[in-house]
């Protein structure tokens, strides 16, 4: 699983991945982040490429001697680095998942598909209720 979320947007993109390698996590960061974007993560080695893509890249350590979750790098009372709403972002997906009580991975990305939708939904309209009931878009409102 790789997932990002825009700091302004506050929209999330979430996706199965085969692998976590260079490559996969590469592809995926270049597609979700703009060139100029800053990628927040820890400092989990396999995010050690993100600097060479032009990206601004900015860690928090999380090991037992340094115990780091946040930083203020800027001096402006904000903690502005850390990844914490992720982190808490995948609580969430296994919480969403936990009733189905086992999901098949060939069927996980739909899962984390409609989690997502529903999350970047942010406020239920009559057009998401009539999405989720088949039914067409109509500019009345009613049955």
Sequence with gaps: MAGVVGRESKQVQLFVLE???????????????????TVYTDEWVGYAWVAETGRGHATVCHTPGQREWARDDDGDGVREVHNNTLEGLWTGLRNFLRPFRGVSKWYLEEY?????WVHNLK?????????????????????
Excluded: K
Aim: net charge neutral.
């Design 19 to 37: 692998n976590s390698d260079r490559e996969s996590l590469e592809g995926f960061v270049g597609r979700v982040t703009q060139p100029e974007a």
């Design 112 to 116: 984390v598909g409609i989690f997502q």
């Design 123 to 143: 406020v239920v309209t009559v057009e998401f209720v009539r999405a989720l009931l088949g039914r067409r878009p109509t500019t009345i409102l009613g049955p």
